[in-house]
Each structure stands twice: as structure tokens, then as C-alpha cells.
């Protein structure tokens, strides 16, 4: 192993981050080489199954994460400031990966603005409400559409309240830390604060909300976040 004496920890950290963009840099051209690769059918004459499985056999990855690179290779295509981004060194694999997550990305440059003030970890939980409040969106749309005999057309119930916040949401929900609370001094210490964030506003805001008017939280799926906060990483609506 080789010896770093004489080198100081920060010496080390900053050697630690520029060998990361380099190698997300690297990995950007091995990716869009794959990419290639397969779009010329390489892997046939090999006698492979799949190209994913050329991969594996041939760059020694394990059968899931070849189909997960090959995954990100194919929607690299479609996402040209992410890929510009990500072989610059700017973004990680593991950011670009969250972002080629969802099918239809028509506000890359929103998505990329998140991307770079937020953690690998938080990105992902932006990703994955995101996808939670379009899926709502379109079971809504389709339930609508298909009217049944005797039944109400319209949404109610929680579905409703998470389709109609986030349909409000136009812009997604940025890592912004709250602004200080303006609410009066004289609120009980038992009144929590709630962060909101309002259409025109990059800047989250505070709001004092009594505990008798406050929405009791609807039960959840485990990371599914809120709809009204897209990407939400820890409001008090899903903290309870």
C-alpha cells in the first residue's frame, strides 16, 4: 500500500474530491461508449444473450448493475445538459442515475439546479416523489375518464388532496433551508411551524398552523414523501 506521510488530512480530502469527478468524467465515456456499443448490436457476435450480459461477462460487473449501466447509457441520449454535466465531472454516477429515472424529463434544467445543491441521498427522495405525484396524476385522469354506473366521477379523499397539492407544485421542490419563522411571538410554544413553499418563491417560508386546524397526516408508503413538497426531505406534514 502506499505511504502518505507528510500529506495532511485536507491534502488527502481534496485529492479524494478531484479523483471522484474524474472518475465520474470517466465513466461518462464508458457509458456513452456502451451506449454505442449497443446501439451497433456489438454484443451479437459474442453469441451473447443480451448486451447487458456482454457486459457482465466482459467488463466483469455482476448481471444487475450491467443492466443498470446499460439502463443509464440508453437515457444519457435523451438527456443532453445532464450527460454535458455529468462528463465535465459535475455530477456523480449516482445523481445521474436518480435523474434517468423518470421517462420524461421536460425540465432537465429545474431537475439539474436540484441536482447540484442536493446530496446523492436527497436526490433521489426529490426523484422518487416526483414520480409518486405523476403517477397520482394519471390514475386520477384514468379514473375520471372511465365513469362506472351509480359512481362519483371525482377524486376524493386523500388521493385528491395530494393530486390537487401537487398540481400546484410548478416548479419542483428545491433544498432551500427555511426562512426563520415570522410568525407572532405570542403563539403557544405548542403551535409547530410548518414549512411551505410558495409558487413564485425560491425561498421556503414559515407559517404558524394551530394544531386544531393542522391536516391529521394520511398514512403513507415508506419514502413516498408528500406531494405537496415534491421531493420532500423531512416537512412537518410527513414527520406528523
Same mark, same amino acid.
Given at each position: 500500500?502506499?505511504?502518505?506521510?507528510?500529506?495532511?488530512?485536507?491534502?488527502?480530502?481534496?485529492?479524494?474530491?478531484?479523483?471522484?469527478?474524474?472518475?465520474?468524467?470517466?465513466?461518462?465515456?464508458?457509458?456513452?461508449?456502451?451506449?454505442?456499443?449497443?446501439?451497433?448490436?456489438?454484443? @451479437?457476435?459474442?453469441?451473447?444473450? &443480451?448486451? !447487458?450480459?456482454?457486459?457482465?461477462?466482459?467488463? %466483469?460487473? /455482476?448481471?444487475?448493475? +450491467?443492466?443498470?449501466?446499460?439502463?443509464?447509457?440508453?437515457?444519457?441520449?435523451?438527456?443532453p445538459r445532464t450527460t454535458a454535466l455529468f462528463a465535465r465531472g459535475e455530477l456523480s454516477?449516482?445523481?445521474?442515475?436518480?435523474?434517468?429515472?423518470?421517462?420524461?424529463?421536460?425540465?432537465?434544467?429545474?431537475?439539474?439546479?436540484?441536482?447540484?445543491?442536493?446530496?446523492?441521498?436527497?436526490?433521489?427522495?426529490?426523484?422518487?416523489?416526483?414520480?409518486?405525484?405523476?403517477?397520482?396524476?394519471?390514475?386520477?385522469?384514468?379514473?375520471?375518464? @372511465?365513469?362506472?354506473?351509480?359512481? &362519483?366521477? !371525482?377524486?376524493?379523499?386523500?388521493?385528491?388532496? %395530494?393530486? /390537487?397539492?401537487?398540481? +400546484?407544485?410548478?416548479?419542483?421542490?428545491?433544498?432551500?433551508?427555511?426562512?426563520?419563522?415570522?410568525?407572532?411571538?405570542e403563539k403557544p410554544a405548542t403551535w409547530p411551524c410548518r414549512s411551505t413553499a410558495p409558487?413564485?418563491?425560491?425561498?421556503?417560508q414559515r407559517v404558524c398552523v394551530p394544531p386544531a386546524s393542522r391536516p391529521r397526516p394520511?398514512?403513507?408508503?415508506?419514502?413516498?414523501?408528500?406531494?405537496?413538497?415534491?421531493?420532500?426531505?423531512?416537512?412537518?406534514?410527513?414527520?406528523?
Amino acid at each position: 500500500m502506499r505511504s502518505f506521510e507528510g500529506r495532511t488530512t485536507e491534502q488527502l480530502g481534496e485529492e479524494l474530491a478531484v479523483l471522484s469527478a474524474q472518475l465520474a468524467s470517466a465513466l461518462c465515456r464508458w457509458l456513452e461508449l456502451l451506449a454505442e456499443f449497443d446501439r451497433r448490436g456489438g454484443w @451479437t457476435a459474442s453469441g451473447a444473450r &443480451s448486451c !447487458a450480459q456482454w457486459v457482465s461477462w466482459r467488463c %466483469a460487473l /455482476s448481471p444487475g448493475a +450491467a443492466r443498470e449501466h446499460l439502463r443509464v447509457a440508453r437515457a444519457l441520449g435523451r438527456l443532453p445538459r445532464t450527460t454535458a454535466l455529468f462528463a465535465r465531472g459535475e455530477l456523480s454516477y449516482s445523481k445521474v442515475r436518480a435523474i434517468t429515472r423518470l421517462q420524461d424529463v421536460t425540465r432537465e434544467d429545474e431537475l439539474l439546479a436540484v441536482a447540484r445543491d442536493a446530496t446523492a441521498g436527497q436526490l433521489e427522495r426529490v426523484v422518487r416523489g416526483y414520480r409518486t405525484s405523476i403517477r397520482l396524476e394519471r390514475d386520477a385522469a384514468a379514473a375520471n375518464a @372511465t365513469p362506472t354506473h351509480g359512481a &362519483s366521477t !371525482a377524486c376524493t379523499g386523500p388521493a385528491a388532496a %395530494a393530486i /390537487s397539492a401537487s398540481s +400546484a407544485a410548478t416548479a419542483l421542490m428545491p433544498i432551500w433551508p427555511a426562512a426563520p419563522c415570522s410568525c407572532s411571538a405570542e403563539k403557544p410554544a405548542t403551535w409547530p411551524c410548518r414549512s411551505t413553499a410558495p409558487e413564485a418563491s425560491v425561498t421556503a417560508q414559515r407559517v404558524c398552523v394551530p394544531p386544531a386546524s393542522r391536516p391529521r397526516p394520511q398514512p403513507r408508503a415508506p419514502g413516498a414523501g408528500c406531494a405537496g413538497c415534491i421531493g420532500c426531505i423531512g416537512c412537518i406534514g410527513c414527520i406528523g
